[in-house]
């Protein structure tokens, strides 16, 4: 017997309709969208993680933390990676 697939988007749709899930759905979206964006210039440019390090003068551990999720960045750290990706840091209150 085969196994059912699922989509990754019927299984969002699904979870998005529990009011807990979504709203932390909702506040971590912001990190996640950056972060989503910072890789994909990297990869648009084909720079390393190790690469874009070196020119912030970061370790490639601090890079590979932020693309993971699993680190905060300041504002700051995030002006430096948007500078050396060739990019601008733009931030909004909505």
Same mark, same amino acid.
């Given at each position: 017997?085969?196994?059912?697939?699922? *989509?990754?988007?019927?299984?969002?749709? =699904?979870?998005?309709?529990? =009011?807990?899930?979504?709203?932390? /759905?909702?506040?971590?979206?912001?990190? /996640?969208?950056?972060?989503?964006?910072?890789?994909?210039?990297?990869?648009?440019? $084909?720079?390393?993680? %190790?690469?874009?390090?070196?020119?912030?003068?970061?370790?490639?551990?601090?890079? *590979?933390? #932020?693309? %993971?999720?699993?680190?905060?960045? *300041?504002? =700051?750290? #995030?002006?430096?990676?948007?500078?050396? #990706?060739?990019?601008?840091?733009?931030?909004?209150? $909505?």
């Amino acid at each position: 017997m085969g196994k059912a697939s699922i *989509s990754l988007e019927e299984v969002k749709k =699904d979870l998005m309709k529990d =009011d807990g899930f979504r709203e932390e /759905y909702e506040k971590l979206k912001p990190r /996640y969208d950056i972060i989503t964006q910072i890789i994909l210039a990297r990869k648009e440019q $084909h720079i390393t993680q %190790s690469e874009l390090a070196k020119k912030i003068g970061t370790k490639k551990s601090n890079i *590979s933390r #932020l693309e %993971s999720g699993n680190y905060n960045p *300041s504002l =700051d750290f #995030l002006s430096k990676i948007a500078a050396a #990706l060739g990019k601008t840091l733009n931030l909004q209150l $909505h």
